[in-house]
């Protein structure tokens, strides 16, 4: 908890505590009382922004010239990238071909170097390791690496500040990165909060590791929620992170986090990413039981979605 709390004291003036507001249409639609915490307004308009400048400010305290290496669906990429720039340190990010065009065009504009060749997510996180032992630069993971979980963990801070009474608090998973961080910060501020994650129904990563009690690797498939797809790197620390704090995982198909983005839309004019509407998706579809007449916090974890694609959900 000492290292969330260091990590929102050191993030503080280059992130925004993002609003945290009651949604009157999901409130109906479960019989919950449920708030949107609205990281699709953070900077960089996700989320990432957190862990990726904690990540970032911690390395310059010790070596301000030291080259900084990621893989990224976008996301991460572009938020470790914006880091770099404005504290002026240098930055490559490796990318899958097909992340959504508005990620990568806004990894290129900070000036950092962009390798979006690679077919899928694992095989940007092989390129992006395979470049930082070869050239000595940092490899710093989206989502297994210990500032950026302490970063994800300052969410869980506001939200249990704002909201001292939530009874559940639902976030989306990929790589685990954000959910860990949120466990441990509601381990110690709302330790009766039930932690719920949310997969992409097509990227079962950790729902397929709890199942046999080790990382495992699954076949990897695209999916809506693009931010969360790919397999956890071996022996990546989220896994005991999630063993420990999260309570249930749920799951989300592509078609219901179709119709959550465009609900959200419709009811509360927020436009967010896939990876960002599974929470919504697996609420509105029951696919979370036990929520009516609980207080139940949603992560909105970022916004950017293509244009096309946001038309064709709406």
């Known amino acids: 908890m000492i290292a969330v709390l260091e990590a929102r004291r050191r993030i503080a003036p280059y992130v925004r505590r993002t609003p945290f507001v009651r949604s009157a249409w999901l409130s109906g639609l479960t019989g919950a009382e449920v708030w949107l915490k609205l990281e699709c307004l953070q900077r960089t308009h996700a989320f990432k922004a957190r862990g990726a400048f904690n990540a970032a400010l911690r390395l310059a305290e010790t070596d301000r010239g030291q080259t900084m290496v990621t893989a990224s669906a976008g996301n991460h990429g572009r938020a470790l990238a914006e880091a770099a720039s404005t504290i002026g340190m240098p930055c490559v990010v490796f990318a899958p071909a097909a992340a959504p065009r508005t990620k990568l065009d806004a990894i290129a504009a900070t000036g950092a170097r962009l390798d979006a060749s690679a077919r899928n997510y694992d095989e940007a996180e092989a390129a992006a390791k395979a470049y930082a032992a070869a050239s000595g630069a940092c490899f710093i993971s989206p989502y297994s690496h210990p500032d950026v979980i302490a970063g994800g963990g300052t969410v869980a801070v506001e939200m249990a500040e704002d909201l001292p009474r939530l009874d559940v608090v639902v976030a989306p998973v990929g790589g685990g990165g954000l959910i860990s961080g949120m466990g441990v910060a509601l381990a110690h501020l709302a330790p009766a909060c039930r932690l719920v994650g949310v997969e992409a129904a097509l990227n079962p990563a950790l729902a397929t590791a709890r199942r046999h009690g080790r990382i495992t690797e699954i076949p990897v498939c695209?999916?809506?929620?693009?931010?969360?797809?790919?397999?956890?790197?071996?022996?990546?620390v989220t896994f005991d992170y999630v063993q420990r704090y999260v309570r249930d995982l749920a799951d989300a198909d592509d078609a219901s986090i179709a119709a959550a983005i465009g609900d959200l839309v419709e009811h509360e004019h927020l436009i967010v990413e896939g990876a960002a509407a599974v929470g919504v998706a697996a609420l509105r579809t029951g696919r979370i039981a036990g929520v009516a007449g609980r207080t139940v916090g949603v992560v909105l974890t970022g916004a950017n979605i293509d244009r096309a694609r946001l038309a064709s959900c709406l």
């Open 222 to 236: 695209d999916t809506i929620a693009d931010g969360l797809g790919g397999n956890l790197e071996p022996g990546s």
